[in-house]
């Protein structure tokens, strides 16, 4: 199984400022991972799919990168209802696995 | 706007069983893979399982082969996971994900407790 490391843990950050979450996979898994958003009490949401392509619906303050097996989720200016925990996934391989999670929290 | 609605789940005892359900609506049922992903606790997410559009093609995570079975009613929209001999692993919110192997879209989720 893949293997899915994010970091930090926990991202203390202020409203306004820019945000950066960073994923790396223990193998290669191409272009074939997804960011998603959950708050409390709520089904995760996809924000990203194909390491950079933002999902339907996704504010373009959202973005995603890749450099081999090391991936990277911005926001760029956070909001709010940015606050949430982020997960990152990789669907290359079976079974699909996630990352344990990025906590961001207002500072 | 898609919908996933979940329901079944509850408090069972180890080694019990149980079915949990899933609603889809507002897309076209028969046109996506689904799956079953769950989550621990204050725990990170697994993917449990999926399933082919036709039912015809499933895959499970190594820790449920043998005990969950994944299954689908095309004609209600409607996906199922048949859990048996559970344990306490088996303790988690239980989502519901249009897709085989990416979520496009989830459900809120049904809690399943396993305990004496």
């Known amino acids: 199984e893949i293997v899915m490391t994010q970091f930090p843990a926990t991202l203390s950050v202020s409203p306004g400022e820019r945000a950066t979450l960073s994923c790396r996979a223990s193998?290669?898994?191409?272009?074939?991972l997804a960011w998603y958003q959950q708050k409390p009490g709520q089904g995760p949401r996809l924000l990203i799919k194909?390491?950079?392509t933002r999902a339907t619906g996704v504010p373009a303050r959202f973005s995603g990168s890749e450099s081999g097996t090391d991936f990277t989720l911005t926001i760029s200016s956070l909001q709010s209802e940015d606050f949430a925990v982020y997960y990152c996934q990789q669907y290359n391989n079976w079974p699909p696995s996630f990352g344990q999670g990025t906590k961001v929290e207002i500072k | 706007e898609e919908q996933l609605v979940e329901s079944g789940g509850g408090l069972v005892q180890p080694g019990g069983s149980l079915r949990l359900s899933c609603a889809g609506s507002?897309?076209?049922?028969?046109?996506?893979?689904m799956s079953w992903v769950r989550q621990a606790p204050g725990k990170g997410l697994e993917w449990v399982a999926n399933i082919k559009e036709d039912g015809r093609e499933k895959n499970y995570v190594d820790s449920v082969k043998g005990r969950f079975t994944i299954s689908r009613d095309n004609a209600k929209k409607s996906l199922f996971l048949h859990m048996n001999n559970v344990t306490g692993e088996d303790t988690a919110v239980y989502y519901c994900?249009?897709?085989?192997?990416?979520?496009?879209?989830w459900g809120q989720g049904t809690l399943v407790t396993v305990s004496s």
């Open positions: 194909g390491a950079s």
């Open positions: 994900a249009r897709g085989g192997t990416r979520g496009d879209y």
């Open positions: 507002e897309f076209t049922f028969t046109n996506y893979w």
């Open positions: 193998q290669s898994v191409s272009s074939n």
